[in-house]
């Protein structure tokens, strides 16, 4: 899979930092990320170069997917903006604001954004778990890579990248002593269960006996209700795009 990245931000980010944060992901996809889970991709920075490129047509992008770089938080121009030049083409943002926002480098976002698109470019995924609330009901998890440990990151090359889950995670049993993260962070004394969830991150699932998509995160977790307070209230990321079609917006 190629990845093109498209940067919007008008200056505020150059391709020189660009290209430096590309080059971090792309050793983390290939040496980090696709030992483990046997498939991976290729970022590449793509359009044009120059302060003003809102202007851009079909050649600006030749990749499978594409990755924006904007400044601010504009959903649905954004994504009029995408049906308008390549509609059809999976795709995700990283918003500077919303980096801004959760007090995140913005090159954790764009490693988030890239494995997830990696992992499940059009972000309709699911795989059957526990309920995280209640274990003998079963639901419908989303497919993502990082969202349940998005709070932790490591350094490539003094780039910070995001840490993501492993197969194991998706496991139906939690295996003894099994690896079901990449940094194999512990918790309170423990690591990451099979569809479990470490401090200051989050899971979406679709449950079928409410018929709606729903989050879940730690009690009194309040990085992670943070995170998913400001998500909502930009109405922004894979989640939200998730529900959005599950009401039959999109």
């Known amino acids: 899979m190629i990845i093109s990245v498209i940067n919007l931000t008008e200056g505020a980010l150059t391709d020189a930092q660009v290209q430096s944060t590309i080059r971090a992901v792309n050793r983390q996809v290939s040496e980090d990320f696709a030992p483990y889970w046997g498939f991976g991709g290729v970022l590449r920075l793509e359009g044009k170069t120059g302060r003003r490129r809102r202007s851009i047509d079909a050649a600006d992008m030749r990749g499978d997917a594409i990755l924006y770089l904007l400044n601010e ?137 409410t018929g709606k998509d729903e989050n879940y995160e730690m009690r009194g977790d309040t990085t992670a209700a943070h995170r998913l307070a400001v998500k909502r209230r930009l109405r922004t990321g894979r989640g939200m795009r998730r529900k959005r079609r599950t009401r039959g917006l999109d």
């Open 73 to 209: 938080v504009r959903v649905s121009n954004t994504d009029g903006f995408h049906d308008q030049w390549f509609r059809g083409i999976p795709y995700s943002v990283v918003y500077r604001e919303l980096s801004d926002l959760l007090k995140e480098a913005w090159t954790v976002t764009l490693s988030h954004e890239a494995l997830e698109l990696i992992g499940d470019a059009e972000a309709n995924l699911l795989v059957q778990g526990p309920h995280p609330r209640h274990p003998s009901r079963k639901v419908y998890h989303w497919f993502e890579m990082c969202d349940t440990v998005q709070n932790e990151s490591y350094v490539i090359d003094g780039i910070s990248v995001s840490n993501f889950v492993l197969p194991l995670y998706f496991t139906a049993s939690a295996e003894r002593g099994g690896r079901n993260d990449f940094l194999g962070t512990r918790a309170q004394g423990r690591s990451l269960r099979s569809f479990g969830v470490n401090p200051g991150g989050y899971i979406g699932y679709f449950d079928p006996k």
